[in-house]
C-alpha cells in the first residue's frame, strides 16, 4: 500500500525583458534586477549574467543554503561559508548542455568539535538540495573544512 | 564508423559568500553582485535571489537568447520579447525538485511575413537551449506573438 504525504508545492515566477543586441533585464517581485545576456562566448558581453552563470549560481546558492539548515538543525556552529563554482559548457550527441559543475565550499566552523557531524551533513547535501534534484549536470562537491581561530 | 566534430567546451564561474542568516552574495567576474537567499517558503526574505527564481531566469534567458540568435540567422526581424516564467516546485518520492517550469514569452515582429517562421523556429528552440538540455524538469514553453504596428 502506497503511503502519501501531504507535501507542499511552490511557485516561483520570474518576469524577462529583451533589452536590445544579446542583452535583457530580469526582474521578480520585491527583488533588484539583473543584467543578463550572451556570454562573450555566445556575441554577448562580459558585464551580464549569462544563463550559464545563473545556473551555477542557483546551484551553488541551493547547496549553501541546504548545508545551512541542516547545520542549523544539528546546532553546528557555522562562522563562514563560502563557495566558487564551475559549470562545464559540452556539445554531447550535438547538442550543448552543462555536462558537470564542480562546487567547492570552503566552511568555517566555530568549534573543532563540528568538524564530524559538518562533514557527515555535507554527505547529504547534494540528495537534499532541490537543484540538484532538478538539473542533469554531473555534481563534484569539494568542500573544505576549516576552524576558526580561538 | 563514429565522426567525432571537434566542438569546443566552454567554462563559466561563480562565487558565493554567505553573509548571514538565510542570505548570500552571488558574484561572478565583471558583473554586478546578486543578493540571493532563502525565499519566504523556506525561512528567507521577499528581497533576495532564491535558487528557484535564479533557475527560472536562467532557463527564461536562455531560451530568449536562443529564439534571437535562431531569428537573426533567419533575417526574422524582432521588435520586442518579454517573457513570463514560473517553476514548480513539488516533492517527488520524498524529494523536493522543480518539475516544470512554464515559460510564456510574448514576441513582437517587425512583419506579418515572419509569423510563420517565427513559429517555426519557436518549435525548435527548447532543443537547442543549453539549459533545457541541462535540466529535469519539464518545459511548457507558451509562445504568443504580435505584430508590431505600421
Not at 7 to 20: E, N
Not at 75 to 102: C, F, H, M, P, R
Not at 103 to 123: C, F, N
Not at 124 to 132: L, P
Amino acid at each position: 500500500m502506497e503511503v502519501k504525504k501531504a507535501f507542499k508545492t511552490f511557485r516561483y515566477s520570474a518576469d524577462l525583458a529583451w533589452t536590445g543586441a544579446r542583452n535583457g533585464r530580469a526582474s521578480a517581485a520585491g527583488k533588484a534586477d539583473i543584467a543578463v545576456g550572451s556570454p562573450p562566448d555566445f556575441r554577448g558581453e562580459e558585464g551580464v549574467w549569462s544563463p550559464e552563470h545563473l545556473f551555477v549560481s542557483s546551484l551553488s546558492t541551493c547547496l549553501m543554503l541546504t548545508f545551512l539548515a541542516m547545520a542549523e538543525r544539528r546546532a553546528i556552529e557555522v562562522a563562514a561559508y563560502a563557495s566558487t563554482a564551475e559549470a562545464l559548457l559540452e556539445n554531447v550527441d550535438g547538442k550543448y548542455q552543462i555536462t558537470a559543475v564542480t562546487v567547492r565550499p570552503r566552511i568555517t566552523l566555530k568549534s573543532a568539535d563540528a568538524l564530524e557531524p559538518a562533514r557527515e551533513i555535507m554527505g547529504r547535501v547534494e540528495a537534499n538540495c532541490f537543484i540538484s534534484n532538478s538539473i542533469k549536470s554531473r555534481i563534484d562537491l569539494q568542500p573544505e573544512f576549516q576552524i576558526a581561530p580561538a
